[in-house]
């Protein structure tokens, strides 16, 4: 049986600084999709040389996870749990904030000199609460890392992020059994796949425009399913790509400001005292 669409929710324009910026959730018309908090969509743009790349300089989170695809440029990760890399276009990265750090998303020195095309999406994460005070973590993983499932002989590309797509297993495994997945689809390109009625599917079209489920959707737009049925079916009317991810909702109250995402306000006024007190770390970069 097809699930039922809801709802198509457009995403809307929120530039920061020169970085073009469009933000599908939360918006107006929709809060959250229990346990996917927050997109945003930076690009497609093109920067020239001698640029000032990415703005995300240091800043806090606790209570929840990044997963950030990198789908063209590049951004140099660095945190005061360790992590540190750059990931360039193909590549994702995966950061659990838990109990809290402080990390930074910038452009490489590389890319800051020479400039070029730049896009790039941050998907957020809910952590339920047994698991918000967990150690911070970090995983990147270059276009190389991760598994690829061709359908529909090879029209359909499907990078398999975290969970599984099949019998194939992504290159990340979640603490709450989230399955992401990026999807590269050619024109005329068609694939079916069966998700449980009671996982909340995130699906948000990057460019291009597909079918789903009988519905025409332009890019720019997160689809919201009902939970009464278990096939979702898509079908590219030109060349597109989308996000498709599906997890088990929380139902646990969401209380968030600004960086940090908790159950309470206790809570959140708990962790800007930590923050405070230098216990997500200091930043020395």
Request: a negative charge; zero cysteines.
């Amino acid at each position: 049986m097809l699930r039922s669409i809801k709802k198509l929710h457009k995403a809307i324009a929120a530039p920061i600084d020169d970085l073009v910026t469009y933000r599908a959730i939360p918006t107006q018309s929709i809060e959250y999709l229990d346990p996917f908090l927050f997109l945003n969509h930076h690009g497609p743009q093109t920067y020239g040389p001698n640029n000032r790349g990415l703005p995300f300089g240091p800043h806090p989170h606790r209570g929840f996870e990044t997963l950030t695809f990198i789908l063209a440029g590049d951004i140099m990760h660095q945190d005061t749990g360790g992590g540190q890399s750059v990931i360039e276009a193909g590549g994702v990265q995966w950061m659990t904030a838990g109990s809290g750090l402080i990390h930074a998303e910038i452009s490489s020195d590389k890319f800051k000199k020479t400039g070029g095309p730049l896009e790039i999406l941050q998907l957020w994460f809910n952590l339920p609460a047994k698991y918000k005070m967990v150690a911070p973590t970090y995983k990147g993983l270059t276009k190389e890392e991760i598994p690829v499932v061709e359908e529909d002989g090879g029209k359909v590309k499907v990078n398999v992020v975290s969970g599984s797509w099949g019998d194939v297993q992504g290159g990340m495994q979640s603490l709450s059994d989230i399955h992401m997945a990026s999807i590269n689809l050619e024109a005329g390109g068609s694939f079916t796949t069966s998700i449980d009625a009671a996982r909340t599917v995130f699906f948000y079209v990057v460019s291009g425009q597909v079918q789903v489920n009988n519905k025409v959707v332009p890019k720019l737009n997160l689809v919201e399913f009902g939970n009464d049925g278990n096939e979702i079916k898509v079908e590219a009317s030109e060349d597109a790509v989308i996000l498709l991810g599906h997890a088990l909702p929380y139902n646990e109250p969401v209380v968030s400001h600004g960086p940090f995402v908790m159950n309470t306000e206790q809570e959140i006024r708990e962790a800007f005292r930590d923050y405070q007190l230098g216990k997500m770390g200091t930043w020395e970069g």
